[in-house]
């Protein structure tokens, strides 16, 4: 489990396709210390995966199956491309965002970004078949960051979400890059899928 909180920058520093499957590294860009062993669980993009390899020090692999690949914006991963990285949280850690599972469910897409007093305005897509999950002053997570549902509009093509990124958030994120048409990776909160299971199965 995760929190949406990024503790991390990564900037990806190789790629490899083995038959389908793509295995990526990732070396730490903006801290001096980044702990994680082998096995460890981290977020990338907001999509768990894990260490397979640690090749030197701040530098970490990874492999990324076909299914990741299907689902997740990881699939255009590039060559000195940037990523927001968390590692998964401990049991009684400090809980800074919200219940992240790093599973992506989807896509999201970025229809504008624009600056005001208050920060960063951002409205993304989401595909109708998530709108469910989604409320008004509630979580979602986008690449990995936990963020808080300004505005909620609903149409027959999906929902549009208004988010506020405070300053800080854009300059400790990828999202200091967000473009119109850019495609975010889209976790709804967990709780929510787990609550429509259990009605419909009650």
Not at 83 to 92: P, S
Not at 141 to 160: A, K, M, P, Y
């Amino acid at each position: 489990m995760f929190t949406g909180i990024i503790e991390a920058l990564g900037k990806v520093v190789a790629i490899e396709n083995n038959s389908g499957m793509v295995t990526a590294e990732v070396h730490i860009e903006n801290r001096s210390e980044y702990l994680a062993q082998l096995g460890d669980s981290i977020a990338i993009n907001g999509c768990c995966l894990t260490v397979s390899k640690i090749p030197e020090a701040l530098t970490y692999r990874f492999d990324i199956s076909k299914e990741t690949l299907s689902k997740t914006n990881l699939n255009s991963l590039a060559i000195d491309q940037t990523v927001n990285l968390e590692r998964a949280a401990r049991l009684g850690s400090h809980m800074g965002g919200h219940l992240v599972s790093g599973h992506v469910d989807g896509l999201a897409e970025v229809v504008s970004v624009s600056q005001d007093a208050d920060g960063w305005q951002v409205l993304v897509q989401v595909p109708k078949n998530f709108s469910r999950y989604l409320i008004d002053k509630g979580s979602i997570c986008l690449d990995g960051v936990s963020l808080t549902i300004n505005t909620l509009s609903d149409s027959d093509e999906g929902s549009h979400v208004g988010l506020t990124l405070i300053p800080t958030t854009v300059q400790e994120t990828t999202f200091s890059q967000l473009k119109p048409g850019q495609a975010l990776n889209l976790e709804v909160d967990i709780l929510g899928k787990y609550l429509e299971r259990l009605i419909k199965h009650r």
